[in-house]
């Protein structure tokens, strides 16, 4: 059995995913991430299927949603690149 959720990021500045060309415009997104649940243990536990960066449609595709798949690491460098002041 699959579990999804809708989880919501925020970037101040341009940012990058690894496996992308394109570099994505400061906002708030989406993040959808699926989960499966294991079975057999004696404890409940999930295990992470996939995470996508949910891009709203925009300028020539007003109804579309594309989803990007990233990594749940990927996803928290390019949050934690955001964070980080740029040197002077």
């Known amino acids: 059995m699959s579990l999804s959720s ?3 990021v925020k970037f101040a500045h341009p940012f990058h995913l690894p496996g992308h ?3 994505f415009d400061p ?3 989406r993040v959808l991430v699926e989960d499966e ?3 057999g243990l004696s404890f409940e536990a999930l295990r ?3 995470t996508h960066l949910m891009i ?3 300028g020539a595709h007003p109804g579309r949603t594309e989803l990007h798949a990233t990594t749940p690491e ?3 460098a390019a949050l934690h690149s955001d964070q980080t002041p740029a040197a002077p």
């Open 6 to 8: 809708i989880q919501h």
């Open 21 to 23: 060309p394109q570099i």
């Open 27 to 29: 906002g708030s997104y």
């Open 37 to 39: 649940q294991l079975h």
């Open 48 to 50: 992470r299927i996939s």
């Open 56 to 58: 709203e449609g925009h």
């Open 74 to 76: 990927d996803l928290a």
